[in-house]
């Protein structure tokens, strides 16, 4: 329950989903919704986000992805090809890679953007640090879990 649930909030990490908010926009990562006689317009990110940070937190946010999946293939690898009373290290180890691309996206996303600015961190902000602490438990229970039948 944990892996899938894991896997589904880092896969909504990087959806266009809102990371900031104020009274009349929202901002995620790829993308910022102004809204304008109630109406969403997509405009692009503002010139004046560091580009590189900005970037950073995006290929963060997609690795995340991709290792969570590959950790959710390996396992069910594992589940066919483990010797009885193994651990499942390698399905843990892409697990704990995914854990700590969700920490450096969140991270450097609470570091360098908005410090200054007027408004609050929305939805997808607050389900990167959780997708982190999940991810981070899948972690420790994937290197403890040993397989119990043949």
Not at 13 to 32: H, I, K, V
Not at 43 to 64: H, I, K
Not at 71 to 96: E, N
Request: with cysteine.
């Amino acid at each position: 329950c944990i892996l899938r649930c894991t896997d589904s909030l880092s896969f909504s990490l990087s959806l266009p989903q809102a990371w900031w908010f104020t009274e009349t926009m929202s901002t995620d990562l790829w993308n910022r919704c102004v809204l304008v006689n109630g109406a969403c317009n997509y405009t692009g990110l503002p010139p004046n986000y560091p580009q590189e940070y900005l970037q950073a937190v995006q290929a963060s946010s997609v690795l995340a992805c991709i290792f969570s999946i590959l950790g959710l293939l390996v396992f069910i690898a594992q589940l066919f090809t483990l010797a009885k009373g193994q651990r499942f290290t390698f399905s843990g180890i892409f697990q704990l890679i995914s854990c700590l691309c969700i920490m450096i996206a969140a991270s450097i996303y609470t570091d360098v953007f908005h410090r200054d600015d007027a408004g609050w961190y929305g939805h997808s902000f607050i389900l990167a640090w959780t997708a982190f602490a999940l991810s981070f438990v899948s972690c420790l229970i994937y290197f403890i879990l040993r397989k119990k039948t043949a």
